[in-house]
């Protein structure tokens, strides 16, 4: 069983910066790939970032890159989402999730946080 814990969340002014946390238990974490989606209101939950189980493979949306940064600290049982430059568009319930591969689809991942709220005001 897997626990994931997102916090970090809150309000920004557009441009501003945010570092998502999510804090993991269960001893599969550090064997496990991690992903960064979000859910706008209204809208279907996106693909934000992975990490593979080792933290030396990412990928990121299109909409993210240059902008985003995710990683991980095995130690910790912690994936941050450091994220810069933010947009409006940023707005959402950001989860994190736990996978076998770091994929950008939800079925590629069988446990989820909670969610944070990020909203960045113009």
């Known amino acids: 069983q897997v626990q994931l814990v997102e916090s970090g969340g809150g309000l920004v002014q557009a441009g501003g910066s945010l570092r998502l946390s999510c804090a993991g238990s269960?001893?599969?974490?550090?064997?496990?790939?991690m992903g960064w989606f979000r859910q706008p209101p209204g809208k279907e939950r996106e693909f934000v970032a992975s990490i593979s189980w080792s933290g030396g493979s990412t990928r990121y949306a299109d909409s993210v890159k240059g902008r985003f940064t995710i990683s991980r600290d095995n130690h910790k049982n912690t994936v941050y989402l450091q994220m810069n430059s933010l947009k409006p568009e940023d707005t959402a319930v950001y989860y994190c999730?736990?996978?076998?591969?770091?994929?950008?689809?939800?079925?590629?991942?069988?446990?989820w946080g909670q969610g944070t709220q990020v909203t960045v005001s113009s």
């Open positions: 269960g001893r599969t974490f550090s064997i496990s790939a």
């Open positions: 999730g736990r996978g076998n591969v770091y994929g950008t689809s939800t079925s590629q991942y069988d446990y």
